[in-house]
C-alpha cells in the first residue's frame, strides 16, 4: 500500500531552528529546487530604479553564488545594466512554487573581476557568445532581419577563431545587507525569518517576523 503523505507537511518541516548563515540555508533550498522545479530553479526577479526613480524589474538567472553575494551576467549598456551601474544597489526574489518558498535579497552592485566575467562567457555556447555581440540590448530594433543580419555579420568576423568577451558585457555580484526567507505555513501564518547586517566585512544578525 502506498504511504500517502501530507505534501504541505513534508514541504514545511523545520521552523529555521540553528540557521545561523544565510548563504548555507540559501544553498540548501537552491538544491531543493533543482529536485524539484520544473524550469529554471536558479530563476530570480531582479529589481532596480531608472534615474527618474521609476521601479523597473525583470527575470534573469543566477550564475553562481558565495559568501561574496550573488552573481548574474547582462549587457551593461542595457536598461538593467545602466541602472544597475548608476545606482549600484538592486534586490532580487526567488520564488520557488513547488516548495512554497521564497527568498527576498538586498543589497549593493559591484562588478566583478574581468577574469571572472572572461571565465563565465567562454563557458556560454558559441551562439550565445556571438548574440552578446550582435544585440544591442534594451534599445530600438527596426525588425528581425535587422538582428539577424548583425548575427550573420559576427559569426562570419569571427568565423572559427576564438570570440573574445565584448567590453559591454559582464558580470554583476549583489552583496546583501538583507536576506529574508519565506516559507508557506498554513492559514498564512508563515514563516519568515531575516538576516542583516550594516557591511560586507559585519557579523549577521537575524529576526522572524511577523507573516
Not at 18 to 30: A, I, K, R, T
Not at 40 to 45: E, G, Q
Not at 62 to 90: I, Q
Request: hydrophobic content about 35%; proline content about 7%; glycine content about 6%.
Amino acid at each position: 500500500m502506498t504511504d500517502l503523505k501530507d505534501p504541505h507537511e513534508e514541504l514545511t518541516k523545520g521552523d529555521f531552528s540553528g540557521v545561523e548563515n544565510p548563504f548555507d540555508l540559501f544553498s540548501e533550498w537552491l538544491e531543493d529546487a533543482r529536485a524539484s522545479e520544473p524550469n529554471d530553479p536558479n530563476a530570480l526577479s531582479l529589481a532596480t530604479v531608472d534615474p527618474e526613480g521609476l521601479p523597473n524589474v525583470r527575470m534573469v538567472l543566477l550564475k553562481g553564488f558565495d559568501e561574496r553575494g550573488f552573481t548574474f551576467y547582462t549587457n551593461l549598456e542595457s536598461a538593467k545594466g545602466r541602472e544597475l551601474l548608476s545606482s549600484g544597489k538592486a534586490a532580487m526574489c526567488f520564488h520557488w512554487k513547488s516548495l512554497r518558498r521564497q527568498v527576498r535579497i538586498r543589497g549593493a552592485i559591484l562588478q566583478v573581476s574581468g577574469e571572472e566575467a572572461d571565465a563565465y562567457y567562454q563557458s556560454r555556447p558559441r551562439g550565445s557568445r556571438i548574440g552578446a555581440w550582435a544585440s544591442k540590448q534594451s534599445r530600438p530594433l527596426e525588425s528581425r532581419f535587422a538582428l539577424e543580419k548583425e548575427v550573420a555579420r559576427y559569426t562570419a568576423k569571427f568565423g572559427i577563431s576564438d570570440i573574445p568577451r565584448p567590453d559591454h558585457w559582464s558580470g554583476l555580484r549583489l552583496e546583501p545587507a538583507s536576506i529574508e526567507f519565506w516559507h508557506d505555513r498554513p492559514f498564512r501564518l508563515h514563516d519568515r525569518l531575516q538576516f542583516n547586517r550594516s557591511s560586507s566585512d559585519q557579523p549577521w544578525s537575524k529576526e522572524r517576523l511577523y507573516p
